[in-house]
């Protein structure tokens, strides 16, 4: 027995034994055989079954020379592309059901598409047998094959024969590697073998990596601070941690969980997740044509691609030593997740598997040879192919196959380049973008020898521009010309490059080729030394120093491949390459500084400099920051025109994120100081303030709190725009960083102005369910001396992909062409015959000379300038410049040719020549062509087979602009005598197609270098826009004529389609000469969206078949997302989509149409006398009139189309009387009764005055707008014709009211009538609207009437029944004003400050009326009004009470009544419809917006709408001023027109609302002047008693001089005061006393001696107050004595002088001297425009102090004299006086040297006048003068 026990045992030790030799761990001299297999499929499963892939397999042959070197060797390697579906759903039910009749859950249902399980396989039979293969491969491609278990239907493709050699040639090289303690690295390989073939065997032995023992790695996973692993963890069975490990995709947290196998002794089954959130580092590789930033404050975009891999590992150990072991299976899934929206759905997914089973192991007999010339790879981390490896297939070829693969090269090059050829010149295809994509993939691989053989082929000669006559063959040549050079500007190679520099040297291209070829090289090369050297040697060649053209281009195209080099590497941006030595890093960058400093020396021109300045704005070098500094504040400030100082702030927008505080010491002083140029200032602050600069909390608020002492109106409105700007953006970019913003803003001081003031403004649309969005932001920089704006610019950003694209920018800066702008819409109407009238100047002053009027009128103005000089206000000399900028980089900027303007100026016609007009009236055709790229990127990460998982979009823009067109003006256009004649002839003929195609592809692809699979999406634009006709303008009988050709044919003129699908190619390696026509071969397979929808929603719209003869059709078709969650509805990943829309011939379509425009002759008054045709002119120009008639006939043999269209427009004027009372007015309660005779008398002024301004205020002025409309009836619709009238009135005040006692209103009807006739029996409409006061309002102006008629002078009355529903502080204010005015007016002030406010308090009209009245109207008609009621009640519903019972209101009528508040912020409406009345309580009043649902509107399942707010506010009118005037003053942000006031107590309020105290003497001053060349008019000002309020005016226009002044008055009784009863004003014209009734205007006409001169100025009286208006000058000065004002339009802005300002709409500039000399106090200002006089002496020995600059004499350091004067004028005795009062001044000098002959002529001038432009000098000094106030003769 014992016997046998023994035995028994030694058997099974034998087999223990036994067992244990079976998989021996890792040993020297050892070799394991292992089967790997790879695989890897990308899809769109939330969209499709649809998948495409690749898989390799191959066995792998381990040799263990010693314990830690490794070689390995693959062998029986293959390669197969994948494409397959999965079953569907349904498919899937009915074969389960067919072997399980259990119930199956439809939702269990391969949601996840042809993804695989994670790890299929139990744990048991994990081990006991090798995985299934899951794919069947043939090399049948039409084979199907099934898997019983998945269900999958697929076709595999083996590599073709050339594929797999290259394939194989490279794999089976041996590698060799040291693995110690499962841990792999220092790979080693053959020197010839390429990186992709070293990182898929990295792929595979990163399958073998492993850490069997915690103690020996670095763990993440520990619960205190030292360095011993928990205890308790080491403890446990199964061992569960995290640490760091390096593999393929980079060094990344890895967590490990090993536990023991329950299938096998010594076996161990670890399980490996790696969390790529956390990684050390992770190889990437991302590239752009164009520059993109990431977001900081937003998610990582890297979250859009997100990837996940789990390992399952079975091992063997040796139980005496753990370190050691065996690895026998491995299973490694992974998935990469891209998701370009939102979390869920439509995300692209890349699955990869590996298997790797150890198949055999035996000792070691044959000994593997090691890498030939071997080469360390490093570790196991992936290494991208460099861009220079491109050609290194082609560089490996010598002699004959070399010269084969470029012949095969240029033929399909020459190829492609003809295709394209062809299709511009026809239409473009679809296939055209894909082509030139092509074109220029072909153009990358070809060296500089390469290109410029290929471009010699084409003999790019220069073209003759002389050659009038071109064959077929030139003109094709040329197209393929421009081809060539199209793609040759995006190849962006260095060898392209030196290929441009070769062209550009040897003038084979053209200077306009040029400079397409170096913008492009901007955006598209890749930055290095050697290309940036190239390309600074073409902007110092003397090719570009001869060609201001290419020098611009070249030196910005340096700039931006220098910022290339410099810049912050950013996701998506090109790889930096400067030198590794930090020394010759530094050494470049200062030759590159230096270079671009040296152009902006003084010696060089303005446009130089420029040129140079935009440049180093493109590089972004901290080295150039001092030297901009200098032109910016520095020495040379002085000296740098404005542009050039502008331009040197802009430059810094680079550096401004790399030297914050530097920038801003330089930056904040431009800013803050309030002398600076408002340009100046408003470009330094955007850069501070810029969120891209990321500015902090403190510096916001410092710059928001500025805002509140700001004297800039441009500054502070800029700023404050800005602010709000982007406090109120909704882009990612901005989200972290808006609420500092929000904060500054609170904190900054709200500036509303105008239009004409600096604007920043941002429309912004973004999608968040799409993550995509764009936004257009404006930037207006205005100008103080016009209101036309000096710099505007666009720029227009996207967001898309996690990625911030500053698109594309566009901007223009102009000065001095402000006078061509406004001689469109100018003062004189006679002047305005055509834009070069207005700048003939020398024309205009020989009129001058010619005219007796404009002589007499030149000697007063000069007469007065002697007296006292005033500067001319002359505009600044034209300049301006326009530029583009793509992704942050200025490419291209053209200058206004400064000749060009001055010819134009100087000669008044167009620099044209005669054959170039005789051309025109020939005939041009124009042929424009482009071809480009709007976007190139590409992003790659490793997967983990070793194969690069990449990104990729690329696009292709190609447009096409053909132009035919003729010209013909008579008399000539050009001719030198055009002025002098008036144009009657106009004819064009023009013939244009426009056509433009965009194709985009996004890729998601795998590569293995022989073989290509993935998932794309192919969208194409195309847009076509053809015209065709010819127009006539016959100015002499003022008919004009346009004929348009119809389409003959069906025409696409926009269609969008995109479709993704999924893709396996199999590339072509070194294709020979007879291979090169071989297409690669590219299966694919659409994704047609069915797991979505099982048919794409469709949409067809059709239009005008009838109507118009032509059929608009509007096609769409998509798969929607609304299917499935509420959210954006298109997504091009969810399946095929299609917008389509075209235009056919319909029902009768014509073949043209002709629309004639034309206004009525006079020829009806052809048979009446002269004197009767004068009286019927009055009269017409008086209404107003206007006739317009439009015929339009649409041409048809059979059915023509006719339509006429009749307009006129006309006014009436009329009393109130005139007009009929209207019944349904407002309700007044009848508490408050109408008033009688006694209280409708003006309160405080007499009967007659009264009376008399109830006759002047009591006109009505009505505007009619009348239209007609008549056209044929529609075929197969209507049998008669159709006819239309609209009638539109408009009736309101024509005097601005300023009575106390008022009731007025403003009334407008709409009137349509349409169907068979206009009689209103058919269908009608009618609206009629009533503005008048409310009952609110006549309450409180009853109360205040009460109160003052029964003598109570107290507000404390407010206990008053009659006050009980308005008892707020509003009512007492408004009480107040009454009570004042009342006060005033027994002062003798009849327009006193309380009188104006009063009066504005009882003009305003808070309630609207509104009856609308109809018939018969259609039913579209209806169910929009419906529609509408609903939507307001549905809004409004908390506000909202219905009356419906018992409700008997009149049928066809609808009657609204809308009150305001008296703050206008806040409305109740009142709506009565026939069955119900409705009321709406406390609406607000918020800025209007329009909104359209276009998803109802054309009925589609398509959330589409616009939001746009408009930019001005809903306001009620008043009777104070016309509609039309207050809602320009909204919109221009001040009084219109703008006025000056002098009133009685001194006071002075200027054109820029600015008040002061300056006491008018007896010395004329000058109010108001216009101080431009054309000097139209001057008013004089003064008082003829110190003591008293009494002013004389004087107003000088046209050589007529207006004296308005105070005589006794011997009759008149109309006021209490006794003062002013003794007081009128009278009106002297050139002496002579006129007679003004106050119930007449008196028109005076420029030529009394001539009846039919025009009217020079018209003069008015109103009660005591006498107005003069010019309308030809737009002038109005009023004055009853007292007070004095002075109207202008915003014509004269930063044209006037006085002490009415400049009218600049500044603050800092208000006190502006005579010689634009700027003082601080009001006293010197007014001082510096009084006239002296002998008149106004006090006694002949006492003197008037004159302003001039304080002069001193000092001696420098170097002991030179040097004379000093004060930078402001300050009181000075005359000479010959000295002073008998003065008073010190500190004052800043400006100091130069004595003995220059210029400072002499400075020391004569001041004796005379205020020096020019000193106050914008240096301070050299501050010394302490004396001002001389008071003067005594000597």
């Not at 002088?1697 to 634009?1716: I, V």
């Amino acid at each position: 027995m014992n016997k046998l026990l023994l035995l028994l045992l030694g058997l099974c030790l034998a087999q223990a034994s036994l067992r244990t030799e079976d998989v021996p761990v890792y040993d020297e001299n050892q070799e394991y055989i292992y089967h790997y297999e790879g695989e890897i499929k990308s899809g769109i499963p939330h969209s499709s079954d649809r998948f495409s892939g690749m898989k390799i397999a191959s066995d792998v042959r381990l040799q263990f020379r010693t314990q830690q070197d490794v070689l390995m060797r693959l062998e029986n390697i293959n390669l197969w592309t994948l494409r397959g579906e999965l079953e569907t759903p349904e498919e899937r039910k009915v074969k389960i059901t067919e072997k399980d009749s259990s119930h199956v859950f439809p939702e269990q249902l391969y949601k996840d598409a042809f993804k695989q399980d994670l790890f299929e396989s139990s744990r048991e039979s994990w081990w006991k047998s090798s995985t299934e293969e899951e794919v069947s491969t043939t090399k049948n491609v039409d084979a199907e094959h099934e898997q019983e278990q998945g269900f999958t239907r697929f076709t595999s493709e083996e590599m073709s024969e050339q594929g797999m050699i290259e394939f194989r040639k490279q794999l089976v090289k041996v590698i060799k590697f040291r693995y110690e303690i499962g841990k792999v690295w220092d790979i080693e390989a053959s020197e010839d073998e390429p990186q992709w073939s070293v990182n898929i065997k990295r792929g595979i032995l990163n399958l073998l990596q492993l850490k069997m023992n915690p103690l020996k790695s670095e763990l993440l996973d520990r619960d205190d601070s030292d360095d011993v692993p928990n205890r308790s963890f080491d403890k446990s069975t199964g061992r569960v941690f995290r640490t760091m490990e390096k593999g393929v995709s980079g060094e990344c947290e890895t967590l490990y969980n090993i536990r023991d196998s329950l299938a096998k002794k010594n076996a161990r089954e670890v399980t490996k997740i790696k969390d790529f959130k956390n990684c050390v580092e992770r190889p990437e590789h991302a590239h752009s044509l164009h520059s993109a930033f990431i977001p900081n404050h937003q998610e990582d975009p890297k979250k859009m691609l997100q990837s996940t891999v789990a390992m399952r590992v079975g091992v063997v150990v040796d139980d005496l030593r753990p370190d050691r072991f065996t690895i026998d299976a491995v299973e490694s899934r992974g998935q990469h997740v891209f998701q370009p929206h939102s979390n869920q759905g439509s995300n692209v997914v890349t699955y990869s598997k590996q298997n790797l089973k150890m198949v055999d192991f035996k000792e070691l007999t044959t000994l593997m040879p090691g890498p030939t010339h071997p080469q360390n790879k490093g570790d196991l981390k992936y290494v991208f192919e460099q861009n220079e490896h491109l050609n290194e297939d082609q560089d490996r070829l010598i002699g004959p196959e070399k010269a084969e693969v470029t012949s095969a090269r240029k033929e399909m090059i020459k190829l492609i380049s003809r295709d394209l050829s062809v299709e511009m010149r026809g239409a473009i295809t679809p296939e055209s973008p894909r082509k030139f994509m092509e074109l220029v993939r072909e153009l990358r691989t070809l060296n500089e020898h390469q290109l410029l053989e290929i471009l010699e082929d084409y003999r790019l000669e220069v073209p003759n521009k002389n050659s009038e006559h071109t064959t077929e063959e030139e003109t094709a040549k040329k197209q393929t010309r421009m081809i060539i050079i199209d793609a040759l500007s995006l190849v962006g190679t260095k060898e392209s490059l030196k290929a441009v520099q070769k062209l550009v040297d040897a003038e084979k291209v053209s200077d306009d080729e040029c400079e397409q070829l170096l913008s492009g090289i901007a955006l598209s090369i890749e930055p290095c030394p050697t290309s940036t050297d190239t390309m600074l040697d073409i902007a110092k060649s003397k090719r570009s120093r001869n060609s201001p053209k290419i020098q611009k281009s070249a030196w910005l195209t340096f700039g931006t491949m220098v910022n290339g080099l410099v810049r912050e590497q950013k996701e998506g941006q090109m790889e930096k390459k400067l030198p590794n030595d930090e020394e010759q890093t530094t050494r470049l960058l200062q030759k590159y500084s230096q270079n671009l400093l040296m152009c902006i020396e003084r010696e060089k021109s303005d446009d130089e400099k420029l040129t140079c300045l935009k440049a180093i704005g493109n590089a972004g070098l901290e080295s150039t920051v001092d030297r901009l500094e200098e032109l910016i504040s520095g020495k040379e400030s002085d000296t740098t025109p404005l542009e050039l100082r502008v331009q040197a702030i802009y430059a810094l927008r680079r550096v401004t994120k790399k030297l914050p505080n530097k920038i801003h010491n330089v930056l904040y002083p431009v800013y803050s100081d309030p002398e600076r140029d408002p340009e100046e200032r408003i470009a330094a602050v955007s850069l501070l303030i810029d969120p891209d600069m990321k500015p902090t909390s403190t510096f916001l608020q410092l710059v928001a709190q500025s805002t509140q002492r700001e004297t800039s109106n441009q500054v502070g409105q800029f700023v404050y725009q800005y602010l709000k700007k982007i406090s109120e953006s909704q882009l990612p970019k901005d989200k972290g960083i808006k609420p500092v913003y929000m904060l500054a803003l609170r904190l900054s001081k709200p500036f509303n102005k105008g239009l004409q003031y600096s604007q920043s403004k941002q429309f912004q649309i973004f999608d968040d369910g799409m993550k995509t969005g764009a936004s257009l932001d404006l930037d207006i920089i205005g100008n103080k001396k016009s209101i036309w704006p000096r710099f505007a610019r666009a720029n227009v950003e996207l967001h898309a992909l996690g990625y911030h694209m500053d698109l594309l920018e566009a901007g223009v800066r102009l000065e001095g062409l402000q006078p061509i702008m406004e001689s469109l819409y100018g003062k004189k109407s006679e002047e305005k015959k055509n834009i070069f009238d207005y700048l003939k100047m020398k024309t205009k002053e020989r009129s001058r000379e010619d005219n007796a009027w404009d002589t007499h009128h030149l000697k007063l103005m000069n007469k007065m300038n002697q007296k006292l000089p005033i500067e001319t206000r002359r505009p600044e000399d034209p300049r301006g410049h326009s530029y583009i900028k793509f992704y942050g980089n200025e490419i291209r900027y053209d200058q206004l040719k400064k000749e060009d303007i001055q010819y134009m100026m100087d000669q008044g016609n167009l620099p044209v020549s005669t054959v170039a007009e005789q051309l025109m009236r020939k005939g041009v055709n124009l042929q424009l062509m482009k071809a480009t790229k709007v976007l190139e990127a590409s992003r790659q990460i490793p997967t983990e087979l070793g194969v690069p998982l990449s990104l990729d979009v690329n696009s292709a823009l190609l447009m096409k602009s053909d132009v035919s067109s003729k010209m013909e003006v008579r008399p000539r256009l050009f001719r030198q005598d055009r002025s002098e004649q008036d144009v009657q002839t106009v004819k064009l003929d023009i013939d244009t197609n426009q056509s433009a195609v965009l194709q985009v592809v996004g890729k998601m692809s795998v590569d293995c270098h022989v073989a290509q699979s993935g998932v794309a999406l192919n969208a194409i634009v195309n847009a076509t826009f053809p015209v065709s006709g010819k127009l006539s303008l016959d100015l002499e009988n003022k008919k004009y004529k346009l004929n348009i050709k119809a389409p003959n044919q069906e025409k696409e003129l926009f269609t969008l389609k995109s479709i993704p699908f999924v893709y396996a190619e199999q590339k072509m390696i070194n294709p020979t000469a007879e291979e090169n026509d071989i297409k690669p071969a590219i299966r694919t397979m659409n994704i047609l969206g069915k797991k979505i929808q099982e048919w794409p929603t469709q949409m067809h719209t059709t239009f005008g078949r009838e109507e118009l003869g032509f059929e608009f059709a509007l096609d769409s078709k998509m798969i929607s997302r609304l299917n499935k969650e509420k959210m954006s509805p298109i997504q091009p990943l969810t399946g095929p989509m299609e917008f389509k829309l075209t235009v056919k011939p319909g029902l009768y379509p014509p073949t043209e149409a002709d629309i004639e425009f034309r206004q009525p002759t006079e020829e009806s008054i052809s048979h009446l006398s002269p004197l009767e045709r004068l009286v019927y002119t009055q009269q017409r120009e008086q209404t107003n009139e206007f006739r317009l008639e439009i015929d339009i006939l649409a041409k048809h043999q059979q059915h023509p189309r006719t339509m006429s269209i009749k307009i006129h427009t006309y006014d009436t004027q009329m009393t109130e009387d005139d007009l009929t009372s209207d019944s349904k007015g407002v309700r007044v309660s009848p508490r408050f009764p109408q008033r009688s005779s006694k209280e409708e008398v003006e309160p405080e002024v007499s009967s007659e005055t009264s009376k008399n301004m109830k006759i002047l205020t009591n006109k009505i002025l009505r505007k009619t707008v009348a239209v007609q409309l008549e056209r044929s009836p529609i075929p197969t619709k209507e049998s008669d014709d159709f006819k239309g009238c609209l009638n539109m009135e408009f009736g309101y005040p024509m005097m601005p009211e300023w009575r106390l006692i008022q009731d007025r209103n403003m009334k407008a009807m709409i009137d349509a009538k349409w169907g068979r006739d206009c009689s209103g029996n058919d269908k009608m409409l009618k609206v009629n609207a009533k503005w008048q006061k409310s009952e609110e309002q006549r309450r409180q102006e009853r109360w205040q009437e009460r109160q003052h008629m029964s003598g109570i002078d107290s507000s404390e009355q407010h206990s008053n029944e009659e006050l009980t529903t308005r008892e707020d502080q509003n009512t007492f204010e408004k009480w107040n004003h009454f009570k004042g005015c009342l006060n005033d007016r027994r002062d003798g002030l009849m327009y006193s400050p309380a009188c104006r406010m009063a009066v504005e308090d009882r003009s305003l009209l808070r309630q609207l009326d509104i009856d609308i009245m109809h018939l018969n109207l259609p039913s579209w008609m209806e169910e929009l009004s419906t529609s509408l009621k609903r939507h307001i009640y549905f809004m409004f519903f908390d506000r909202l009470s219905i009356d419906d019972i018992n409700v008997r209101n009149e049928e066809n009528k609808v009657r609204v009544q809308v009150v305001t508040n008296e703050n206008q912020d806040v409305m109740n409406v009142t709506i009565n419809t026939p069955s119900e009345d409705a009321q709406i309580s406390h609406i607000p009043i918020e800025q209007p917006k329009i909104k359209v649902d276009f998803s109802k509107l054309l009925k589609l399942d398509v959330p589409l709408k616009l939001d746009l707010p408009l930019g001005f506010p809903l306001r009620f009118p008043s009777t104070k001023k016309s509609l039309k005037q207050q809602y320009m003053e909204v919109i221009f942000g001040n009084d219109q027109p703008a006025y000056c006031k002098i009133r009685p107590n001194d006071r002075i309020q200027t054109f820029d609302g600015i008040q002061y105290k300056y006491k008018v003497g007896l010395c004329d001053h000058v109010l108001a002047k216009d101080s431009s060349p054309e000097e139209s008019f001057l008013v004089l000002v003064r008082k003829e008693n110190v003591e008293k309020q009494d002013k004389t005016v004087q107003v000088y226009l046209e050589g007529r001089k207006i004296e308005l002044t105070t005589v006794p008055k011997s009759q008149s009784r109309e006021w209490t005061s006794k003062e002013q009863e003794t007081k009128q004003v009278r009106v002297f014209i050139d002496g002579r006393q006129v007679e003004v009734n106050p119930l007449k205007a008196r028109q005076i006409l420029k030529d009394e001696h001539d009846t039919n001169s025009p009217v020079l100025f018209t003069l008015s009286r109103f009660g005591n107050k006498v107005a003069l208006i010019s309308e030809q000058h737009g002038l109005i000065v009023e004055t009853d004595g007292h007070y004095v004002q002075v109207k202008v339009p915003t014509d004269y802005r930063g044209k006037l002088s006085g002490l009415c300002g400049n009218f600049d709409g500044e603050q800092y500039s208000e006190y502006e001297g005579p010689s634009q000399e700027v003082y601080r106090s009001p006293f010197d200002f007014g001082l510096s425009y009084r006239i002296p006089g002998e008149e106004c002496q006090v006694n002949d020995k006492k003197g008037l102090s004159v302003m001039r600059n304080a002069r001193i004499t000092r001696l420098n350091q170097f002991n030179k004299k040097e004379t000093c004067f004060s930078k402001v004028p300050i009181p000075q005795c005359p000479e010959g006086y000295t002073k008998t009062e003065s008073e010190p001044r500190e004052l800043e000098f400006h100091c130069v040297p004595t003995e220059l002959e210029s400072t002499k002529r400075l020391i004569e001038l001041h004796k005379t006048k205020p020096l020019e432009k000193m106050a914008f000098k240096r301070t050299d000094r501050i010394e302490e003068v004396e001002a001389e106030l008071e003067c005594q003769q000597l």
